[in-house]
Nanobody, 122 residues
């Protein structure tokens, strides 16, 4: 079992920044890749970013490329999502998840956190 706990969400004005954290515990493995997803009301859960175990590989959705940065600290067992130049359309519940394969499909992620709300509004 793997437990994931997100934190860092909140209310931010358009153009602002926010940094999300995802604390990982339990049966972690060097094969675990980590991803961030988001889900807005009435919409399907969508891929945001993912990172390999060694941090040598990152991949982003086009909608966040250049504005969001995913990173991880394997000593602290924590994954981060630095979000900048936030837009109202970034408003959603953000989830972190873990998978063993290089994928952007939510169904292929094994464990999920409970999510943290990000609201971008003036």
């Amino acid at each position: 079992q793997v437990q994931l706990v997100e934190s860092g969400g909140g209310l931010v004005q358009p153009g602002g920044s926010l940094k999300l954290s995802c604390a990982v515990s339990g049966r972690t493995s060097s094969s675990n890749r980590m991803g961030w997803f988001r889900q807005a009301p009435g919409k399907e859960r969508e891929f945001v970013a993912r990172i390999s175990w060694s941090s040598s590989y990152t991949y982003y959705a086009e909608s966040v490329k250049g504005r969001f940065t995913i990173s991880r600290d394997n000593v602290k067992n924590t994954v981060y999502l630095q979000m900048s130049s936030l837009k109202p359309e970034d408003t959603a519940v953000y989830y972190c998840a873990t998978t063993t394969g290089p994928t952007v499909h939510p169904a292929l992620y094994d464990y999920w956190g409970q999510g943290t709300q990000v609201t971008v509004s003036s």
